[in-house]
């Protein structure tokens, strides 16, 4: 089986920076994923970390360090409009050709002014 | 450029009525398709994956069935529904060269009475 845990909330003020952290135990590992979804929304893809290290996409960037199993998201200069759910989801080998990704519960941000 | 459609938007059922939800894919050939579940505040749960026309995976046992007629159809059925069948649905395409990158459509809400 697999798990993945993340915070359920996480506050922060405008033009601050968050973190938002994913440990996930699984019987085999490809690469970790993030989502973002606004309330009532589809989740759309942010970033994907195949190989450990960091990847920055603008104000967003995503670490992986597989030997801990663990990952995060980093969003800087938070506007308002990334208040929001954040979801990582780990795609597990044996998944290569049918590419299905296993979601944690996610993590709701909410930027204050 | 690939788009994905997914309908109706918003429904309401009785308790033993049937359901079916339909997604499409346009733009692309071949496409790794998805079901996923999603209650009030919480993660994705993935429900049916298929990776070709007629070859449908189910992840959890469940009231539902999933068919795909045509390579860029899939469908979520059930013959009578539920209570615990509310949810917001969401029907997500991927190809099997993998960046950690689904995308998933508008989602359908799903009120179960």
């Known amino acids: 089986g697999q798990s993945l845990e993340q915070p359920s909330e996480v506050t922060a003020v405008e033009g601050a920076i968050v973190q938002i952290n994913c440990t996930y135990q699984t019987s085999g590992f490809y690469g970790l994923s993030w989502y973002q979804q606004h309330d009532g929304g589809a989740p759309t893809f942010l970033s994907y970390?195949?190989?450990?290290g960091l990847e920055e996409t603008g104000r967003f960037s995503s670490f992986l360090s597989r030997s801990d199993s663990y990952g995060y998201l980093l969003l800087q200069e938070l506007q308002m409009k990334d208040s929001a759910s954040y979801f990582c989801a780990v795609r597990e080998t044996g998944s290569s050709n049918t590419g299905k990704l296993i979601f944690g519960q996610g993590t709701t941000l909410q930027v204050k002014p | 450029s690939q788009t994905i459609h997914q309908w109706p938007a918003t429904l309401v059922q009785p308790v033993g009525s049937p359901l079916s939800l339909e997604c499409t894919v346009e733009g692309t050939s071949n496409p790794n398709l998805y079901w996923y579940r999603q209650a009030a505040g919480r993660g994705l749960q993935l429900l049916f994956y298929?990776?070709?026309?007629?070859?449908i995976s189910s992840e959890v046992p469940q009231n539902l069935s999933a068919s795909r007629p045509q390579d860029r159809q899939f469908i979520l059925s059930s013959k009578k529904l539920l209570l615990s069948d509310s949810g917001f649905y969401l029907c997500?395409?991927?190809?099997?060269?993998?960046?950690?990158?689904?995308?998933f459509g508008e989602g359908s809400r799903l009120t179960v009475l």
């Open positions: 997500a395409w991927g190809q099997g060269e993998y960046t950690g990158e689904l995308f």
């Open positions: 970390n195949g190989l450990d």
């Open positions: 298929s990776v070709g026309i007629g070859q």
